[in-house]
């Protein structure tokens, strides 16, 4: 592609919105050509754009996903906290539509995930999973969409179909962080990711729509972007 990738913001005016057009305007592969937050209208910030960002809110997806339909524009998910119905129309437009939909963005959370499945194929089921994760006040879902994703890899690793306890601690300003517990007799293992900057996410999100662009149709995850 000719020039740098042109993107159109969902949720501009957030924490990881601000992040994003911060990185952005030092990096010359990336332009922001639209920004839009809650009361703007989502279809005139599209028109411009080869590919949408949203760090908004769940509620917003219907129109994101309408008016990429519209436009045929690739999108990077970054919101989490859908709901069953909200992720059936995501799963939809990735029918159409090349579509990074990733709980979290960071390269070191998603090395997280890697070695969680590796670990727990190890370990086995006498070893039992318990996932703790701590975010700032604002946060508006519980649990994480990461804690969540990291459930889905335990159930699927360890061939069960119990719910892995997670516990979610909203303190401060933590930007994230996520445990797994390995519990097995005589002995426990821990892995952590802490994350002490938004950037982190940004910089992955910018990757991932810098990837997409020209990906056919798909639902694709932010371990298809690293190659993991
Ligand atoms: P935030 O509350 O600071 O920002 C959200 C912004 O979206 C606000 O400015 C709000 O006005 C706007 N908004 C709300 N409803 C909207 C709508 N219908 N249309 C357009 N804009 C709307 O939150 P944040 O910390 O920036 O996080 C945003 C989302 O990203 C959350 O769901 C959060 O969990 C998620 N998040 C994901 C990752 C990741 O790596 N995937 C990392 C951090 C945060």
Redesign the pocket.
């Known amino acids: 592609m000719k020039g740098p990738v042109r993107v159109s913001l969902?949720?501009?005016?957030?924490?990881?919105?601000k992040t994003i057009v911060d990185l952005a305007s030092n990096d010359p592969k990336i332009d922001i050509v639209s920004q839009?937050?809650?009361?703007?209208a989502?279809e005139p910030a599209m028109r411009k754009s080869d590919v949408a960002i949203d760090?908004?809110?769940?509620?917003?997806i219907e129109?994101i996903c309408r008016v990429a339909l519209q436009y045929r524009q690739p999108l990077v998910i970054?919101?989490?906290?859908h709901s069953a119905e909200q992720r059936s129309v995501i799963e939809k437009t990735a029918e159409s539509l090349p579509v990074v939909f990733?709980?979290?963005?960071?390269v070191g959370?998603n090395a997280l995930f890697a070695l969680t499945r590796r670990a727990a194929e190890i370990l086995g089921r006498e070893f039992n999973a318990e996932i703790v994760e701590t975010h700032h006040r604002?946060?508006?879902?519980a649990p994480?969409?990461?804690a969540k994703t990291l459930a889905e890899i335990l159930n699927k690793a360890q061939n069960i179909t119990n719910q892995v306890p997670i516990e979610s601690i909203r303190e401060g300003n933590v930007v994230?962080e996520h445990t797994v517990f390995f519990s097995g007799p005589g002995e426990r293992l821990k892995l952590t990711h802490q994350a002490s900057s938004?950037e982190i996410?940004a910089r992955?999100?910018l990757r991932a729509a810098e990837w997409v662009i020209d990906k056919p149709p798909g639902l694709y995850a932010m371990q298809d972007v690293l190659g993991l």
């Open positions: 969902v949720g501009a005016a957030g924490r990881m919105g839009c937050d809650l009361g703007d989502i760090f908004s809110h769940p509620d917003a129109e970054g919101t989490t906290g990733a709980s979290n963005f960071s959370v604002m946060k508006k879902d994480s969409g990461s994230g938004r996410f992955g999100a």
